[in-house]
Nanobody
Framework: QVQLVESGGGLVQAGGSLRLSCAASRRTLTMGWFRQAPGNEREFVAAHSWSGPSTYYADSVKGRFTISRDNAKNTVYLQMNNLKPEDTSVYSC?????????????????WGQGTQVTVSS
């Protein structure tokens, strides 16, 4: 089992920045971020895998968001810059030990509780 604890959400104006953190109780191969707005399906945002290592991003956040990991702290970060109102969502951290499509929520075994990010226009 892996426990994930997220922090860093909040309210920010468009063009602003936020950094999300997710601390895991142990190391996993891949950690990622997903988001879900009311009435929408959960969507992939970014992921980091120690296989490579490699990072992956959704097209909608490329160039604005950066995912990174601190191996010593078993923590993944999501630096979000130039935020837009359409980024408003609940952001959830996810982790998995196995391989597979990093953008598929079904491939992740462990999930955090989610943190709200609200971007005002």
């Amino acid at each position: 089992q892996v426990q994930l604890v997220e922090s860093g959400g909040g309210l920010v104006q468009a063009g602003g920045s936020l950094r999300l953190s997710c601390a895991a109780s142990r190391r996993t191969l891949t950690m990622g971020w997903f988001r879900q707005a009311p009435g929408n399906e959960r969507e992939f945002v970014a992921a980091h895998s120690w296989s490579g290592p490699s990072t992956y991003y959704a097209d909608s956040v490329k160039g604005r968001f950066t995912i990174s990991r601190d191996n010593a702290k078993n923590t993944v970060y999501l630096q979000m810059n130039n935020l837009k109102p359409e980024d408003t969502s609940v952001y959830s951290c996810a982790a998995r030990d196995g391989t597979g499509f990093v953008w598929s929520a079904k491939e992740y075994s462990y999930w955090g509780q989610g943190t709200q990010v609200t971007v005002s226009s």
